[in-house]
């Protein structure tokens, strides 16, 4: 018998995130959402016959707990959708609008919710896609990156920051969990209209521009349905574009980075047998 595959959605409650918990529930697949917004996560859920779990990603308490007791639930987890975002607060270089003194220091949530709270998503994915009892395994682990995660993005360069970090934490974390079963992408959704996007900015955007809601569930099934891992899956207007690692520039860097790595990792494996209890 196959066993029901089971989904956590992180920032499910609204957009895209939403969109693709209906989606893989019709499919069959069982949804948790864990979402900081309560009204519309509950609601939500309950139109899929899904579970919501009040969570702000920031909090390792919350999230740990929500990936618990689904798993505890379900006793097996196939795939997270680390999706929940958020734009950047203000204008942090236009130093004239910003009150910066040695007492209020910047706003940077933005780093939290979308590089901490999805460092946290990922370690907890992990966790669970370790745990699941299937002999060969084959998880998938999806996070929400950017426009802003591969391009220069002035107006929001903490935004970009976080969202160029989450492609490098799937490009690595793919490449290491690879033959454990586990597969780890970003993705790169164009301007996609959802309540993260002013009405103003869509407004003023040639729609011919714009990607639908339902191109993002598109992106996310073929990565499910797929063997990708270790890329970033660009999702514009109607395309999808794969976009593996930059090539190196010579022989010498692709060295350094290949073979550091390599030896960086017998050196934490060396630590961990010489730290590993009797
Ligand atoms: N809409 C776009 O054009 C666009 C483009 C590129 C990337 N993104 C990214 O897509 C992702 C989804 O955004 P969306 O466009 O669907 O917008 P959205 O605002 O509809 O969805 C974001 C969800 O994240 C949740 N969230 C925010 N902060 C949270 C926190 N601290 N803890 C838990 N949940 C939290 C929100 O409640 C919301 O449900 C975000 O990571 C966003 O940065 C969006």
């Not at 899904?50 to 097996?76: C, H, M, P, Y």
């Not at 109607?238 to 593996?244: A, I, K, M, S, V």
Request: proline letters at 5%.
């Amino acid at each position: 018998m196959i066993a029901q595959k089971v989904a956590i959605v992180t920032g499910g409650s609204t957009g895209m995130g939403n969109a693709v918990a209906v989606d893989l529930a019709k499919q069959g697949w069982k949804l948790v959402i864990l979402d900081i917004n309560h009204e519309a996560g509950e609601k939500a859920a309950s139109e899929i016959d899904g579970i919501f779990f009040k969570a702000d990603v920031r909090s390792w308490k919350e999230q740990f707990s929500a990936f618990e007791r689904t798993f505890n639930l379900f006793g097996r987890l196939d795939f997270v959708f680390g999706n929940a975002g958020k734009a950047d607060v203000y204008d942090y270089f236009d130093l004239e609008g910003t009150n910066f003194s040695v007492d209020v220091p910047p706003n940077l949530e933005v780093l939290d919710i979308n590089l901490t709270g999805a460092s946290f998503t990922s370690l907890l994915a992990l966790r669970a896609f370790r745990r699941n009892p299937d002999e060969i395994k084959d998880c998938l682990l999806v996070l929400t990156s950017s426009g802003a995660g591969i391009y220069p993005t002035p107006v929001q360069p903490f935004y970009a920051a976080a969202k160029h970090g989450i492609i490098g934490l799937a490009r690595s974390m793919g490449q290491r969990h690879e033959e454990e079963g586990i597969r780890v992408c970003a993705l790169v959704p164009g301007l996609v209209p959802t309540t993260i996007m002013p009405k103003e900015i869509l407004d003023r955007t040639d729609k011919h521009l714009i990607t639908p809601v339902s191109h993002i569930v598109t992106a996310i099934n073929d990565m499910l349905n797929g063997k990708h891992t270790a890329t970033v899956c660009e999702a514009s207007v109607d395309q999808l574009f794969y976009r593996d690692q930059p090539p190196f520039p010579d022989e010498a860097q692709r060295r350094v980075i290949l073979e550091v790595s390599r030896n960086m990792g017998a050196d934490f494996k060396d630590a961990r047998e010489k730290k590993a209890p009797n």
